[in-house]
């Protein structure tokens, strides 16, 4: 037998009851977690309750026996209404809300009525309307222009001397295309010749002024009438209707030095027809010839039987050729037109000027 054996071990204590192996720690951090658990549901109970308690009072807190320190009007506290919410102590008057229609494109009109108590309405100030107010105001009658016809048209001038009038003028209207020609003369009573710088022709109707379209004011002269003279006129324009009785010319003028020939004269002239046209030509002389002309119109006008122009046209010439067959100082014209026109035919005269 072997006397070197090991000896026996020595007996372990085992752990007193109730005691686990993490040791008394442990048991301590378990029973407070479950503690702390309990806590808490009580409290969500006692908060949960009061909050039912509260809503089924509309907001007020119930007065108990246990203060007796408080008065009812003392405890009873508003309620608190939410944007958008109805205090729960409000009757119900709403009707039902209409549950929608299962059928397909029906439209459900969602009714609402409000609360007697509750006002929402606000009453507006109302206008009375008598029985003889009216509502529609009367069109207003825009009476119709007349116009009279007036035959002396305007000229003005600002200077020392006004003597510009117009004579013998007649106005026609050609209807099939509603061309207006207005035929006349120019007067000069002052002993001041004047060059006009501008005009402006204005058309009427029986209903008022017609605006005129493209307009032809022609003279025989480069726009200047020279003192204690007339000369003659032709304006023809484009008008938007045939009716066109009367016209204003305004005729804008200045001082001008203008000096006329005296030695100037019709020899002799002939008219004749041709087709549409009345063809005018002849003979013209001056008798200083030594100066000829630096210019000469020679004009041809057609009168009416009362004495007003109804055709105007001329034969400007400004370079003067010397014809060895003729005497000195005598030419010959032709080539010179009056167009028919809608004033008719009259009585043809020729004239002549230059300086």
Known sequence: MNDDAAPPAEPQE????GSTAGGPDASLLIFGALGLSIFIVLIAALLWFGGQQRLATGGQVVPSQSQPGLTPAAQVML?????GDQPDNVPETQAPVEKPSDTPGAVVSPTLTLSPETDLT???????ITPTQSLVPEPTQISTPTRSVSPIPSATFSGPYEGLSIRNDRLC???RNNV???F???VNNSPQAYDIVDWDLHLFDALGEVPPGSTIFDLPTPSYIFSNSAIPFAISTQAGTPNIIDYDLHLDYVPGQHFPRS????????AVTDNR????FGKWSHTDTANPPEFVSVISIAYDNQGRLINMNYLAITYITVDPSLPPGQHRFDWLYLEENPCGTGTVTVSILGE
């Open 14 to 17: 085992a752990p007193p009851p």
């Open 79 to 83: 309620p608190i209404v939410k944007r």
């Open 122 to 128: 606000a009453t507006l100030p109302t206008e009375t």
């Open 173 to 175: 209207v050609d209807t």
């Open 180 to 182: 207006v020609y207005i």
């Open 184 to 186: 006349g003369e120019i």
């Open 263 to 270: 030695d100037l004269r019709i020899d002799e002239y002939a």
């Open 277 to 280: 046209f009345i063809q005018v």
